[in-house]
Nanobody
Framework: QVQLVESGGGLVQAGGSLRLSCAASGSIFNMQTMAWYRQAPGKQREWVAAITRGGFTNYADSVKGRFTISRDNAKNTVYLQMNSLKPEDTAVYYC????????WGQGTQVTVSS
């Protein structure tokens, strides 16, 4: 059974940092690429960052240079280190594969105050 469990969100001031974690069940984690997505209030969900099973990464322009995605294949876990956070990073953050699996976790709320 596929399961995605995100954690690590919270309230932080602008310029601060957070590290998100996503524990994924094996069937989805074994897919080639995992990714983080986010959805801000009133907006569509958007892709943030992706990482292949071999460790190649790619980022949305809005987070490039501030966010770092990583994965631990032995632990079936994906991480998102977020530095220099901005109020516009406020959103619910989700992990999934890329392309997405038709099941999403509950996400983790990130709120950045100005």
């Amino acid at each position: 059974q596929v399961q995605l469990v995100e954690s690590g969100g919270g309230l932080v001031q602008a310029g601060g940092s957070l590290r998100l974690s996503c524990a994924a069940s094996g069937s989805i984690f074994n897919m080639q690429t995992m990714a983080w997505y986010r959805q801000a209030p009133g907006k569509q969900r958007e892709w943030v960052a992706a990482i292949t099973r071999g460790g190649f990464t790619n980022y949305a322009d809005s987070v490039k240079g501030r966010f770092t995605i990583s994965r631990d294949n032995a632990k079936n876990t994906v991480y998102l280190q977020m530095n220099s956070l901005k109020p516009e990073d406020t959103a619910v953050y989700y992990c999934n594969s890329l392309p997405t699996y038709p099941l999403w976790g509950q996400g983790t709320q990130v709120t950045v105050s100005s």
